[in-house]
């Protein structure tokens, strides 16, 4: 639940204004809401998404104000910590400066920060993501909220818990009222200003049924909507967009397209790839990435799915470990570690300097600290279940999901204590 620290408008220019909040300028779309300069507004993903009455805002900047220097204040001194008993080697400090230097990685280079490195050197490279983090985007963390609508699925993808083979499983899907009491909750009563709607590729969920849902919402909810409901036509996502939808979270899985083709039955790298592409043409904010861990994946392929990532321009990397699921095809298959994870965090921040990066829960799923680890290396963004407990549990996707068992409100409590620790603002302006 991104707080949104409530941004002054100074000034609008078509379908874009400029917001200020602190000092800090952001240039945001305002395509979804109606407002003067002079105004208030709350920004989420670079979108202005609810007016807020001026009073109201300049009492919540008032606590604010002190609030986001300490934290900025925490930030800084945790990225300035010193370094000096790592023991780094000769490539290694060659590398270091050539990225301090600006100048071009080499391939052979950035295989050796996802695989050459020695413990020492993985957590130099962890710390110097979070400075770039730091550097290029500042400490603001997004929070948003997920509800998965549906476990039903018409896929059969080798590596994924609900897919439809897997026989064993108890469905469910959540009914048109069962979702807007999830949505009240997660808007109304815990804070969420962006909330993904999540679901296998499920048949049930017409063009007019979703269309539906999406209406309801917005009728009543200043909230921005993500869906995440898999590969529909061009045309269904042009209308969900027209009612009202500006988020979409689509993984490419992997840029192989073998290994792609092997693990999703009857589909292709490239048409997932046009689909996602139409969506950024669309106008959609687009949140995507890949797994880690795939069968037959070497470290170039992992390299290229971060280099596939940035160059699909999206509002968000979601991308974490294939954590094999007993029902499935690749029960067998070893999980990969934490550690591995977090070198593909903090190269993906390299690579990709202004992103952001979310700590996505299979890779809380690792081990304990990940959430910390993650968000230390180079992460940004935290994304908690909202979906009612009962349901969350049969959402299956792989075993022993993090959040399953965890209220919402332990959620949010447990992340704002990271979050504070770590001196992240738990909020998201926009970009810049
Ligand atoms: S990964 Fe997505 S499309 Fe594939 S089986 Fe799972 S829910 Fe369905």
New binding site residues.
């Given amino acids: 639940m991104c707080y949104a620290i409530p941004a002054r408008v100074i000034k609008i220019e078509e379908r874009f204004a400029t917001v200020e909040y602190f000092g800090q300028k952001r240039k945001v779309l305002k395509d979804l809401l109606d407002f003067d300069i002079g105004d208030y507004v709350y920004v989420q993903a670079g979108m202005a998404i609810r007016k807020i009455p001026h009073l109201q805002a300049q009492s919540i900047l008032k606590t604010w104000k002190v609030l986001f220097s300490k934290l900025k204040n925490q930030d800084e001194s945790l990225i300035n910590k010193s370094y000096s008993g790592l023991r780094l080697s000769k490539p290694y400090d060659a590398i270091i400066k050539k990225i301090d230097e600006k100048r071009r990685l080499s391939v052979t280079d950035y295989l050796y920060l996802l695989n050459g490195v020695s413990s020492d050197e993985g957590k130099f490279s962890q710390q110097l993501a979070n400075r770039i983090r730091n550097k290029y985007i500042d400490n603001s963390c997004c929070i948003h909220g997920i509800i998965e609508i549906s476990n039903y699925?018409v896929?059969?993808?080798l590596y994924?818990g609900?897919?439809k083979s897997n026989k064993k499983l108890k469905r469910y899907r959540l009914k048109l009222n069962q979702i807007l009491e999830a949505v009240d909750y997660a808007v109304n009563s815990r804070g969420f200003k962006v909330l993904v709607l999540q679901a296998?590729?499920d048949a049930y969920y017409t063009k007019a049924r979703v269309l539906e849902i999406i209406r309801k919402i917005r009728q009543k909810y200043a909230v921005l909507i993500f869906l995440s409901l898999?590969e529909r036509s061009e045309s269904d996502y042009q209308a969900f967009f027209d009612a009202g939808v500006r988020g979409a979270l689509l993984r490419f899985e992997s840029a192989n397209p073998k290994i792609y083709s092997a693990l999703?039955p009857e589909k292709k790298l490239e048409d997932r790839l046009k689909l996602i592409k139409s969506l950024k043409n669309i106008g959609y904010l687009v949140a995507t990435g890949f797994l880690v861990g795939l069968p037959n994946e070497t470290d170039t392929d992992i390299l290229n799915n971060i280099k596939l990532t940035k160059k699909l321009k999206p509002e968000m990397y979601s991308f974490g470990p294939l954590i094999p699921h007993l029902d499935t095809p690749l029960a067998s298959l070893k999980k990969i570690r934490l550690a591995k994870m977090l070198r593909v965090i903090s190269l993906a921040r390299i690579i990709d300097k202004k992103s952001r990066i979310l700590v996505t829960t299979a890779t809380e799923t690792l081990a304990k600290p990940a959430k910390e680890k993650a968000l230390s290396a180079g992460a940004n963004s935290l994304m908690i279940n909202v979906t009612p407990i009962d349901f969350r549990r049969l959402y299956d996707?792989y075993p022993n999901r993090r959040s399953r068992n965890i209220k919402v409100e332990t959620q949010i409590a447990r992340s704002l204590k990271l979050l504070y620790r770590l001196g992240r603002a738990p909020t998201d302006i926009g970009a810049q």
């Fill in positions: 699925c896929r059969d993808c994924c609900i897919r296998g590729e898999g999703r996707i």
